[in-house]
């Protein structure tokens, strides 16, 4: 099945970039990062950039709108 954001040149570097942070520094392994959701990762990066001094962004409410509508989970709010 072919998604939109596989043919996205920026995607897979930033999704490379997501999943190596998220395995250094939680130990996380491929299945971990590819089932969190969107919210999930947020809030992940939301405490890092409080406890490190705002040096970890996290996505844009434009990013995770982008993410929610290319790979939809069935949850709704």
């Known amino acids: 099945?072919?998604?939109?954001?596989?043919?996205?040149p920026e995607f897979a570097p930033a999704a490379s970039r997501l999943a190596g942070i998220m395995?250094?520094?939680f130990g996380w392994m491929p299945e971990q990062f590819?089932?969190?959701?969107p919210a999930e990762l947020n809030?992940?990066?939301a405490?890092?950039?409080?406890?490190?001094g705002g040096d970890a962004d996290p996505?844009?409410?434009a990013d995770i709108?982008?993410?929610?509508k290319?790979?939809?989970?069935g949850c709704s709010d």
């Open 1 to 8: 099945m072919h998604n939109e954001a596989q043919s996205r």
């Open 59 to 61: 996505p844009s409410v």
């Open 65 to 68: 709108a982008r993410l929610l």
């Open 34 to 37: 590819w089932s969190a959701t």
């Open 43 to 45: 809030s992940i990066f």
């Open 70 to 73: 290319d790979f939809p989970d």
């Open 23 to 25: 395995a250094l520094r």
């Open 47 to 52: 405490a890092l950039k409080q406890a490190e």
